[in-house]
């Protein structure tokens, strides 16, 4: 690979790329509602000169970096969309637009790929094969990247690689995720309908109780983990919503319960659910309750190719340290860029961007989440650097 300090190129954008997020930051949109943060960036990589299509999956961009010569198809993934939360933090670039905020750090995401982006299109002539940047809505409602991929975004032309990166509040600036295989989990959503007879609160003998029932299923579901699961496998079950009833003297007909599981392996998910449906059900029968069971499979779990990570991780090393690579960093969040890496190899890595200025740590998704911006240049030196190890050539 030709010996380019992409370190001292992306140091050169901290301005532009401190604005660019914190314009976003200030903007934000919602699953498929990314309409000015989609004509930004397409509008930004046409003055680079990139091939751009727009609406792919709605509200998604696509923008192409052809090389001077011949050679393999990487794509770099960023994801764009916000959350419906209402913003505490008070900056000068705190949301403006009541009950939605970046609190999970798209808005850096999309201006590091408009800045790894800016960076390789300086190199255009050198670069051999084609570079496909991604800008992905609604990867928070975990439909964004099937969108995009039903819309044509893996072909014309398909992927060889995938590289991506998330910005990751919980480890220190300098640190990098570099960990091989299921590095973030599958997500399934599940709904519970729980049918008794509703009556009245004072007689309730005459009815049958979904509420009661349903707490005995609550109840029952963690004995999943912790009996049916190996305890060397990962599992994550986890009941989120109750909903019952109108009043507070009338036992009600139904009861819904609602929540997510989250796996490193199918077989570990197909043994989640025959679990909960035969603990839902027979607590139901033993409770004269009717019960019905539904899964939503929303993403799969996201898998690093060992090859990609062997490639990838002594350039790490070489711009930061070995000492900062982090070769165990997994989590049991869910992110859909693993649609893009499910037949393609891929590698996804976490960029430390802790706040050590804050009050007290606030993770994501929470109305105070921040990042350190100090993370924004190194987090473009090092996708940037990705995606030359298979487009510049030594």
């Known amino acids: 690979m030709m010996a380019i300090d992409f370190k001292a190129q992306a140091e050169a954008l901290r301005d532009e790329l401190i604005a660019r997020r914190r314009d976003f930051h200030a903007h934000p949109e919602l699953a498929f509602e990314e309409f000015r943060t989609a004509g930004i960036v397409a509008q930004e990589l046409q ?72 960076l390789l299109s300086q190199h255009r002539d050198e670069i051999a094969g084609t570079i496909k940047f991604v800008f992905q809505p609604g990867e928070e409602v975990g439909r964004g990247a099937q969108a995009m991929v039903d ?39 599940f709904d519970i309908k729980v049918t008794g007879k509703g009556t009245h609160g004072a007689l309730p003998h005459v009815g049958i109780d979904p509420v009661v029932c ?68 027979n607590v139901g029968f033993a409770m004269r309750c009717e019960v019905e069971v539904n899964f939503v499979d929303l993403t799969i ?17 070489e711009m930061l340290g070995a000492d900062n690579l982090d070769t165990t960093a997994r989590t049991m969040g869910a992110e859909d860029v693993s649609l893009f890496m499910n037949d393609i190899p891929g590698f996804y890595f976490f960029v430390g961007a802790q706040d050590m200025t804050a009050d007290a740590y606030y993770g994501h998704h929470h109305p105070k989440f921040s990042i350190d911006e100090n993370s924004l240049p190194l987090a473009v030196a090092l996708l940037s650097q990705a995606v030359a190890a298979y487009v510049l050539p030594e």
Request: glycine residues 10%; proline residues 5%.
């Open 47 to 118: 003055k680079l000169g990139l091939e751009v299509r727009t609406g792919v999956g709605k509200t998604g961009v696509i923008g192409l970096l052809e090389g001077g010569r011949e050679g393999q198809t990487i794509l770099v993934r960023a994801d764009m969309d916000a959350l419906p939360i209402l913003e505490e933090n008070q900056t000068d670039f705190t949301s403006s637009v009541p009950n939605k905020m970046h609190a999970c750090g798209h808005d850096g995401h999309t201006a590091i790929a408009l800045g790894v982006a800016k």
């Open 151 to 189: 819309d044509g975004a893996l072909e014309d032309p398909r992927p060889d690689v995938t590289v991506g990166l998330h910005l990751w509040n919980s480890m220190p600036v300098g640190k990098v995720g570099v960990a091989d295989g299921s590095t973030m989990a599958g997500a399934s959503i």
């Open 301 to 317: 779990p996201v898998i690093n190719n060992a090859e990609v990570g062997a490639k990838l991780r002594p350039l790490f090393a």
């Open 214 to 281: 349903a707490a005995q299923i609550v109840t029952a579901l963690q004995t999943i983990v912790s009996r049916s699961s190996d305890p060397l496998d990962t599992l994550v079950v986890s009941v989120t919503q109750i909903r019952a009833g109108d009043a507070y003297n009338v036992i009600p007909q139904f009861a819904e319960l609602h929540g997510t599981v989250r796996y490193f392996r199918n077989e570990t998910r197909d043994l989640a659910r025959e679990r909960m449906r035969e603990i839902a059900v």
